[in-house]
């Protein structure tokens, strides 16, 4: 049973930077492409980033040139650099394993964690 645990959110000030790490066991992490999703107060969760087991990366407009999503696989770890951070970008921030499908749609995925909060003050 794959298990997820994230880490590295907090309260950071509009423009400052945080690295989100995302710990798997419980399956052979390279084997799987990996996202992030996020979701905000009162919003559907959307899809920030993803990478697949090739290294192919992909991202939301709205993170794109920001943030960065990278794998340590001798970690089994999935990370997401957020540079120039926004308020809009406060929410709870999820890592997931994909299974077969969309990058972009929350049931395409199949393994969740639970969660980060990040928020961003002005």
């Known amino acids: 049973q794959v298990q997820l645990v994230e880490s590295g959110g907090g309260l950071v000030q509009a423009g400052g930077s945080l690295r989100l790490s995302c710990a798997a066991s419980?399956?052979?992490?390279?084997?799987?492409?990996m996202g992030w999703f996020r979701q905000a107060p009162g919003k559907e969760r959307e899809f920030v980033a993803g990478?697949?087991?090739?290294?192919?990366?992909y991202y939301a407009n709205s993170v794109k040139g920001r943030f960065t999503i990278s794998t340590d696989n001798a970690k089994n770890t999935v990370y997401l650099q957020m540079n120039s951070l926004k308020r809009d970008d406060t929410a709870l921030y999820y890592c997931?394993?994909?299974?077969?499908?969309?990058?972009?749609?929350?049931?395409?995925?199949?393994?969740w964690g639970q969660g980060t909060q990040v928020t961003v003050s002005s």
């Open positions: 997931a394993k994909k299974g077969v499908g969309s990058w972009y749609e929350v049931r395409d995925f199949v393994s």
């Open positions: 419980g399956c052979t992490f390279s084997n799987y492409d």
């Open positions: 990478i697949s087991c090739s290294g192919s990366t």
